[in-house]
């Protein structure tokens, strides 16, 4: 039986991938992620809501969505709780889009972290807030 990492170490990831984010660090954020890491955005009627993304689309679309803010988006992590391979983080986003206008969210994700890297995660957050944000900032 292969031994299982310790809750404490899989929190500590979670606060890595949330740091490197922070700091637009994408190479540590992109060490982090299992080759085959499934990022979902949860939601329900909105343009991000339901969308899944592998490694590459990850690394390549995350970094873009990001380039939107001039300041963050921070996340301030809340809590954090684990059991085995599994932890959910509780967070408040905060920043400064790149047309001035403030951004604030409230955030709830579920991480599984397998041999130190991030496997799973499913974003839970107001995706219309985010989409009709993101449409004011990117309209013409």
């Not at 637009?24 to 992109?30: L, P």
């Not at 990850?58 to 059991?83: F, N, T, Y």
């Not at 905060?94 to 041999?115: I, L």
Request: hydrophobic share 40%.
């Amino acid at each position: 039986m292969i031994p299982r990492v310790s809750p404490t170490t899989n929190k500590a990831v979670v606060e890595g991938v949330v740091a490197a984010l922070n700091a637009r660090d994408f190479g540590r954020f992109g060490e982090l992620l299992a080759d085959d890491v499934s990022w979902t955005i949860m939601g329900i009627d909105s343009p991000l809501g339901g969308v899944s993304m592998d490694r590459a689309t990850v690394l390549e679309e995350l970094p873009k969505l990001i380039g939107l803010w001039s300041d963050g988006p921070r996340i301030v992590i809340k809590q954090l709780i684990a059991e085995g391979d599994w932890v959910v983080m509780e967070g408040d986003g905060e920043g400064t889009f790149v047309d001035g206008s403030p951004y604030e969210n409230h955030y709830a994700s579920v991480f599984e972290v397998v041999d130190g890297r991030v496997r799973t995660m499913r974003e839970y957050m107001d995706t219309e807030h985010v989409a009709n944000s993101v449409a004011r900032v990117t309209a013409p």
